[in-house]
């Protein structure tokens, strides 16, 4: 199973982005799928999470801003990002819990997002 995050960028304050994640190969099926980011300096953070039945989570800092999504029959997860901040700035990776043989946990390379003032 792989993951590629893609939809990163430079963006000024205020601006939206919207990232996308695909999973490929052998899969039967994904719960939950999530995001992280990872900025400078700073450990990793959960930004927010998505179940199978498409409840979704967020970390307080995202609340109102971005919104997560997913398209189960693609294998897909996105994540909207409205109104940013430049203390958004930071890798961001897709995780999913991936079921084929057995289950675990999955990470994509991340991709970067960038937020001027």
């Known amino acids: 199973v792989q993951l590629q995050a893609s939809g990163g960028g430079l963006v000024q304050t205020g601006g939206s982005l919207r990232l996308s994640c695909v999973a490929s190969?052998?899969?039967?099926?994904?719960?939950?799928m999530a995001w992280y980011r990872q900025a400078p300096g700073k450990q990793r953070e959960l930004v927010a999470t998505?179940?199978?039945?498409?409840?979704?989570n967020y970390a307080d800092s995202v609340k109102g801003r971005f919104t997560i999504s997913r398209a189960s029959a693609k294998n897909m997860v996105y994540l909207q990002m409205n109104s940013l901040v430049p203390e958004d700035t930071a890798v961001y990776y897709c995780q999913m819990t991936v079921v084929t043989a057995a289950k675990r946990e999955y990470w994509g390379r991340g991709t970067l997002v960038t937020v001027s003032s």
């Open positions: 998505i179940t199978s039945i498409g409840r979704p």
């Open positions: 190969g052998n899969i039967f099926s994904i719960n939950p």
